[in-house]
């Protein structure tokens, strides 16, 4: 599966972007899905993670409350919705996918998009 991530730009504290991840291929709906994120100068981190079906989903504590991923079947898309951005969001961000149970760990996703930056000015 090849994945497309889109959405990410320049946005003020407070404000909002919805991350999009295209996925090609007609098994779209066998895979479990994730966004991760890498600041500069630091290691890359879970962000969030949604199951194949859509009815299990999991996130980094620090954006509980504040980001939403769902998906969309019908567009083979995954997406992550971001609110109440903060500047420590600042980060390229990249949607994962695999096989199997979701996971926070980044090494057991198969594929990867390339990554949109996120920028959240103070």
């Known amino acids: 599966v090849q994945l497309q991530a889109s959405g990410g730009g320049l946005v003020e504290a407070g404000g909002s972007l919805r991350l999009s991840c295209a996925a090609s291929?007609?098994?779209?709906?066998?895979?479990?899905m994730g966004w991760f994120r890498q600041a500069p100068g630091k290691e890359r981190e879970f962000v969030a993670a949604?199951?194949?079906?859509?009815?299990?989903?999991r996130y980094l504590d620090s954006v509980k409350g504040r980001f939403t991923i769902f998906r969309e079947y019908a567009r083979n898309t995954v997406y992550l919705q971001m609110n109440s951005l903060k500047p420590e969001d600042t980060a390229v961000y990249y949607c994962?996918?695999?096989?199997?149970?979701?996971?926070?760990?980044?090494?057991?996703?198969?594929?990867w998009g390339q990554g949109t930056q996120v920028t959240v000015s103070s």
């Open positions: 994962a996918a695999r096989v199997g149970a979701t996971t926070v760990i980044g090494t057991r996703y198969d594929y």
């Open positions: 291929g007609r098994t779209f709906g066998s895979y479990e």
């Open positions: 949604i199951n194949w079906s859509g009815g299990s989903t």
